[in-house]
């Protein structure tokens, strides 16, 4: 009996390609670019195990293309938005993701964003490199305070209370609505306090999205949510760009009704080169770079490879999204 065949939609770090290649025949997609929703079909015919990427959508149909012996898809993400994960259990294909290992360095990125963009660091560096800092003078790039201003955090699972623990360092009040990602008991130590959303997007300075994308969650800031929060306040997203429909924030940045945003995610992914987001000052945009930890990413292609060579062997994921397709 041969090697079981898997397909690999992006080179993934070392670590984890070294465990797969040491009991699978891999194809992995050579481009940096992803493959098209036809390559993508082309590619995983016959195919196993298939380690995908949260920007290659896993549907019914590519699964029926990959054939009656895929076992497992294994997404090198936490978020499976991208999987139609009830058709794959319907199917017996176990899926996995990656929890867990990003939570920290997600944080860390979402309050390097919120602190740049309260502090302006993005203009000020253009500033510079457009040489028109010609001298000092008390009013240039006057930003907002972090330390003791609120903090809203929309969603308040691992990453959000991750997010909850820097703000406490900053002495900020730190609010929270659970929006369906609720934590199953807070640590006896937080200091966050629970308001519902009107009174989150009405009382703080900053907001921080780590919700998933569902229906309940698609545009959840939008004119409506814009219109009700402060015109000093600031909006992060590290969580989907389906969270925020990205037209009603460039109206409110652009008319003052909003102060900055720092987005690490957008929709789509890249964003469009004619976006009005590109075309304001008070907008930061990174190319969805929150788990771009060289430590984190390492753990991810691990685990991504545990849960792919786990499900060829017919055991049960380490990291499993579906638990019912064991039932």
């Not at 691992?158 to 659970?178: K, P, S, T």
């Not at 698609?218 to 306040?233: H, I, T, V, Y």
């Not at 008319?255 to 008070?282: C, M, Q, W």
Request: hydrophobic share 40%; charged share 25%; proline share 6%.
């Amino acid at each position: 009996m041969g090697k079981p065949h898997v397909f690999i939609t992006r080179r993934i770090l070392e670590a984890g390609l070294k465990m797969i290649n040491q009991s699978c025949d891999m194809e992995i997609w050579p481009e940096n670019f992803p493959p098209t929703p036809q390559e993508l079909k082309e590619k995983v015919q016959g195919m196993q195990g298939i380690l995908c990427m949260l920007s290659d959508r896993m549907d019914g149909e590519l699964m029926d293309w990959a054939g009656e012996g895929l076992k497992v898809i294994s997404t090198y993400a936490v978020g499976v938005d991208n999987i139609d994960v009830a058709k794959a259990t319907r199917r017996g294909i176990a899926v996995g993701n990656t929890p867990g290992v990003l939570t920290d360095a997600t944080a860390d990125l979402a309050f390097g964003l919120l602190l740049a963009a309260a502090r302006r660091i993005s203009e000020a560096d253009r500033m510079v490199r457009g040489g028109q800092w010609k001298t000092w003078e008390p009013t240039t790039l006057l930003g907002a305070d972090v330390h003791g201003a609120t903090l809203g955090i929309v969603g308040f699972g691992r990453i959000g209370q991750a997010i909850a623990r820097r703000a406490h360092g900053f002495d900020m009040r730190v609010l929270y609505c659970a929006h369906g990602h609720a934590p199953k008991e807070l640590p006896a130590d937080s200091k966050a306090e629970e308001v519902n959303f009107d009174t989150l997007l009405q009382e703080s300075d900053f907001i921080s999205l780590h919700v998933p994308l569902t229906a309940e969650t698609r545009r959840l800031m939008n004119k409506e949510a814009f219109d009700k929060m402060k015109p000093s306040a600031i909006l992060v997203n590290t969580a989907r760009g389906g969270v925020v429909d990205q037209q009603a924030l460039a109206e409110a940045l652009s008319s003052g009704k909003l102060a900055g945003a720092a987005l690490d995610v957008t929709d789509p992914e890249p964003i469009p080169t004619d976006s009005p987001l590109l075309k304001l000052e008070n907008v930061i945009i990174a190319p969805h770079i929150g788990s771009a930890s060289t430590r984190t990413r390492e753990r991810m292609a691990v685990m991504a490879a545990e849960n792919l060579l786990a499900g060829l062997r017919g055991e049960r994921l380490p990291y499993c999204v579906n638990p019912q397709v064991y039932g």
